[in-house]
């Protein structure tokens, strides 16, 4: 049985990886809760040399002087009340979990998109509302108990612009519910959906999909598609005017597709580096074979 959530808690265990878990933590510190230990993925290598680099959450929690540590098991040994667990990319184990009461910071409306890229899957998904869940952690992925939710409107923003916004509401929610006390968790109600990491295949632009939904990859980051062959990067564009053409033609600016078009604005050709679409026709000297598939 997992441990029981305590009411006040007020020296915490944290355990997170990526940029995402930096600004929960701050909000923490900031709040006056003391941070016994952090616990974070292990340093690795992230360009082309051979030194080693520390997670985001690392470099921050020593900027902060908090205790790191990359072993689960250090936990064991720390006095806690609680654990706060926010992107941590670790599976936490049921002899954890009987010891350290645990609640994880989870960037979407539960259950609908439990898993790893909640974000990703619902702009992918066109969905209009998504938000934050802090939820009690359990042996399976993100079934626990709800202890505070809040919605967030997706709208146009990209991948990087939601991800930021709902960091930035979640961190709020976690410090105001810790401070006014855990109340009893509600169980999770609905059909779960999953979010299964995102693979380049998911960002391949089909241009014979409808164009709301190759602007959700292309707001997601990475969309891409093949021209002359190569893989084309589509990183900015609007919805555009109904052409006449066939899908895939290009049309000035535009690109036809199935029920209208699209206008680029910002692209990338494979070996070069991004500029506008402008820039890059300009040079790309186009003949009335070209198109993108």
Known sequence: ??????????????????????????????????????????????????????????????????????????????????????????????????????????????????????????ILAGDLITGVCLMVVEEELDTGSICARQEVEIGDQTGDELRQNLVEVGSSMLVKTLKTGLKMPVPQTGSPTYAHKISPDDLLLDWNQPVEELMNKIRLGGAWTTFRGNRFKIWSASVGSALSKPVGTISDDQVAGVNGSLKLLEVQAENRGRQSFDSWQSGARLNSEDRFI
């Open 1 to 122: 049985m997992i441990a029981s959530l305590p009411t006040n808690p007020t020296r915490l265990v944290y355990l997170g990886t990526p940029e995402i878990a930096v600004s929960p933590l701050v909000e923490l510190c900031d709040a006056g809760f003391e941070i016994a230990m952090v616990v974070t993925g292990r340093d690795k290598r992230r360009g082309r040399g051979s030194s080693l680099s520390h997670s985001p959450v690392k470099v921050k929690a020593l900027e902060l002087g908090l205790p790191v540590t990359h072993e689960l098991s250090d936990l064991l040994h720390v006095e806690t009340d609680l654990g706060v667990v926010v992107a941590f990319g670790q599976i936490i184990s049921k002899n954890y979990l009987e010891q350290i009461p645990m609640l994880n910071l989870h960037f979407s409306l539960l259950p609908r998109w439990r898993g790893a890229a909640p974000v990703e899957r619902s």
